[in-house]
T-cell receptor, first 117, second 113 residues
Framework: EAQVTQNPRYLITVTGKKLTVTCSQNMNHEYMSWYRQDPGLGLRQIYYSMNVEVTDKGDVPEGYKVSRKEKRNFPLILESPSPNQTSLYFC????????????????FGPGTRLLVL | AQKITQTQPGMFVQEKEAVTLDCTYDTSDPSYGLFWYKQPSSGEMIFLIYQGSYDQQNATEGRYSLNFQKARKSANLVISASQLGDSAMYFCAMSFTGNQFYFGTGTSLTVIP
């Protein structure tokens, strides 16, 4: 089954304790991306990657790191989480095509709810 | 700067009626893609429909159609024959050749029996 998986699905942590949210896709997609969703703000892109070892900042990259060492995996790292990073996080992936806008329709993971105390 | 706007925080529609969800965007990039996603209360993001900036015809997918008015920079979603299962949050989104994505703030649709 084609899917994007995220782990963990729910996480409660404390300020300053490093954490990693994993993301994996089995569709051989070139493009992967992380978003955070907050009430009233919609989804905002944190980082994206167009292929292995190629990552770029989205709209809200501060406080986050990513890496793309393998095509299927795109972990999100919070080196020193703070309460304002409490949010719902989505990972997504898609193929890249030359059509308008570049990335194709994104497949989303189930989301990770993070609470930073 | 790219920007995407959904001005309707909440909408109500009678079952079996059609409803239009508004989306406007602002960009100087001539090449872009427009997407609509549905997010039910369970939280997952479900792709509904796509329109490319150079596409001449409006996109349609079953009961969903995208009313693309390029000069007005609008990409409204039309849902025909609303069903109770259409109650959800709906997000408009844009992509660019730089492959960055922007989402609107969403519209909450409630279908009334």
């Amino acid at each position: 089954e084609a899917q994007v998986t995220q782990n963990p699905r729910y996480l409660i942590t404390v300020t300053g304790k490093k954490l990693t949210v994993t993301c994996s896709q089995n569709m051989n997609h070139e493009y992967m991306s992380w978003y955070r969703q907050d009430p009233g703000l919609g989804l905002r892109q944190i980082y994206y990657s167009m292929n292995v070892e190629v990552t770029d900042k989205g709209d809200v990259p501060e406080g986050y790191k990513v890496s793309r060492k393998e095509k299927r995996n795109f972990p999100l790292i919070l080196e020193s989480p703070s309460p304002n990073q409490t949010s719902l996080y989505f990972c997504a992936s898609s193929h890249l095509t030359p059509r308008q806008g570049g990335a194709e329709t994104q497949y989303f993971g189930p989301g990770t709810r993070l609470l930073v105390l | 700067a790219q920007k995407i706007t959904q001005t309707q925080p909440g909408m109500f529609v009678q079952e079996k009626e059609a409803v239009t969800l508004d989306c406007t965007y602002d960009t100087s990039d001539p090449s872009y893609g427009l997407f609509w996603y549905k997010q039910p209360s369970s939280g997952e993001m479900i792709f509904l429909i796509y329109q490319g900036s150079y596409d001449q015809q409006n996109a349609t997918e079953g009961r969903y159609s995208l009313n693309f008015q390029k000069a007005r920079k609008s990409a409204n979603l039309v849902i025909s024959a609303s069903q109770l299962g259409d109650s959800a949050m709906y997000f408009c989104a844009m992509s660019f050749t730089g492959n960055q994505f922007y989402f609107g703030t969403g519209t909450s649709l409630t279908v009334i029996p």
